[in-house]
């Protein structure tokens, strides 16, 4: 079992930045992918960013491409979401989410979440 906790959520302006943060424990946090996804009020949840378990490798949403910034420190065992250019649609529930094997899904184990809301 792997157990997340996210931390790093507020409400900011638009425009603002933020830095979410993942703490994994349980087991070896480098051996799992690692991935920040959201949930907005009525709405799916959507994929935002992805690492891969050395940290080599990154993806984004289209929607957030060139404002948000996915990184991890393994030996803090954490992962990070910097958001900068923050607009009002980024609001929402977000959780982090770690998979072993499958890099194109990564579902394995989830976060409670945090709220980000960013305001007009």
């Known amino acids: 079992q792997v157990q997340l906790v996210e931390s790093g959520g507020g409400l900011v302006q638009a425009g603002g930045s933020l830095r979410l943060s993942c703490a994994a424990s349980?087991?070896?946090?480098?051996?799992?992918?690692m991935g920040w996804f959201r949930q907005a009020p009525g709405k799916e949840r959507e994929f935002v960013a992805a690492?891969?378990?050395?940290?080599?490798?990154?993806r984004y949403a289209d929607s957030v491409k060139g404002r948000f910034t996915i990184s991890r420190d393994n030996a803090k065992n954490t992962v990070y979401l910097q958001m900068n250019s923050l607009k009002p649609e980024d609001t929402a529930i977000y959780f982090c989410?770690?998979?072993?094997?499958?890099?194109?899904?990564?579902?394995?184990?989830w976060g409670q979440g945090t709220q980000v809301t960013v305001s007009s």
């Open positions: 989410a770690a998979d072993e094997k499958d890099w194109s899904t990564i579902d394995d184990y």
């Open positions: 690492i891969s378990w050395k940290g080599t490798t990154t």
């Open positions: 349980g087991r070896t946090f480098s051996n799992y992918h």
